[in-house]
């Protein structure tokens, strides 16, 4: 079982396009058989608190992991997804670079190996994939493999093939210390960002070759499964600056199980399902008092009518917004979060964008329910 984890990966219809293959050739061959999530969306607008959804099968407000400046530990009360595979008499590895996803915060737990280094490039993950693999081929295997290469400008050199593929002005304009100044979820809307973004995408795809290669060469189809997954998106590719935007909340969640045929899945899925299909793919029992769901894609037994993300950040106005195929819906309290996590929904904002060719809508009151109910879950 093999977890792709790629930092800062939007859902390729933000970029506007409707092919894998333009922008990642060798994924989009890899997972032609698989399941291809379209109406994917995280659960956070950042790192820390959606990555920890996709670990536990929890919103933000159960596991707990939303505090900017605190080193909270995910799991103290839980068990997550390494746990599980460990406990199954899997070898377990994990190997990556990303701060928000580090053993400081509990992320060693479960993992039997632990190679971390702050940014650590996609060539060194994948190295140390292979060579942890040549060791331990002839076993079950839950590996998880952080890619970083997408966030921000994290190396202090730019990779030389992005560099020269992109004229001086734009490179420049990515690489203006000013404009990194702000964290990534309030960038404004920037075409020369987004250009060096696809060439960085690009630039990934050609690395996950070598793992899709080694897969095919040393493995029966049937005897492995790879999903591939982001946290978030990017606000710099759109005008709309609302902090849960669909550029920012739109993500990437392809999934390829063994011999299953799999296709473009329409379903809404959230990044907390991500654990459950994981699981249940593999036979493994988890506990059931979370927040995920199986995609019916995938053996489940409902869809869900609309995707929830939500924003829990410690002196900004708690935030939260639905997705359905009958419109957009926002809410916004008035009152910032309290420093430990408490949301007061005194007179809050909600907003409608409805799509005008469907006729089923929420209210407002409606939209209320759903997020008072959803935080009321703990």
Not at 354 to 377: A, G, M, W, Y
Request: proline fraction near 4%; charged fraction near 20%; aromatic fraction near 12%.
């Amino acid at each position: 079982v093999l977890f792709l984890f790629v930092d800062g990966l939007v859902d390729r219809s933000v970029l506007e396009k409707d092919n894998l293959e333009d922008i990642m050739p060798n994924t989009a061959d890899f997972f032609n058989s698989g399941f291809d999530f379209r109406n994917h969306y995280v659960n956070a607008e950042w790192t820390l608190p959606s990555f920890a959804s996709i670990f536990s099968g929890q919103y933000s407000h159960v596991h707990n992991l939303y505090h900017p400046h605190k080193i909270d530990e995910i799991g103290k009360s839980f068990q997550i997804l390494s746990q599980y595979f460990k406990r199954n008499q899997y070898t377990t590895f994990s190997v990556g670079g990303n701060g928000r996803i580090s053993p400081s915060h509990g992320y060693v737990k479960g993992f039997d190996r632990t190679i971390y280094r702050s940014a650590m490039p996609a060539q060194e993950v994948i190295s140390n994939f292979l060579e942890h693999n040549l060791v331990f081929n002839k076993r079950d295997q839950f590996c998880f493999l952080q890619f970083n290469d997408l966030h921000h400008n994290l190396p202090i050199v730019p990779d030389f093939s992005v560099m020269s593929s992109l004229q001086s002005k734009v490179l420049a304009s990515t690489l203006n210390p000013v404009s990194q100044q702000n964290k990534s979820v309030w960038d404004l809307k920037n075409d020369d960002k987004k250009k060096s973004y696809v060439k960085r995408i690009k630039r990934l795809d050609s690395y996950l070759k070598i793992i899709y290669q080694y897969l095919n060469d040393n493995y029966n189809p049937s005897d492995i499964s790879v999903c591939l997954t982001s946290d978030h998106g990017q606000s710099y590719l759109s005008d709309d600056t609302y902090p849960l935007s669909i550029a920012r909340t739109k993500a990437t969640w392809l999934f390829k199980s063994g011999d299953k045929l799999g296709s473009n899945v329409k379903e809404y899925t959230e990044g907390v399902d991500i654990f459950n299909t994981i699981l249940s793919d593999a036979g493994i029992n988890f506990d059931n008092n979370i927040d995920g769901k199986l995609p019916v894609a995938c053996g489940g037994e409902n869809e869900r009518n609309f995707s929830f993300t939500q924003s829990i950040y410690p002196g900004q106005t708690y935030k939260a917004v639905i997705n359905s195929d009958h419109g957009r819906y926002t809410y916004e309290t008035v009152i910032p979060v309290e420093n430990n996590g408490v949301i007061n929904h005194k007179n809050p904002i909600i907003k409608i964008f409805q799509d005008n060719n469907t006729k089923v809508s929420f209210t407002e009151e409606q939209v209320k329910e759903i997020v008072i109910n959803k935080l009321n879950r703990v």
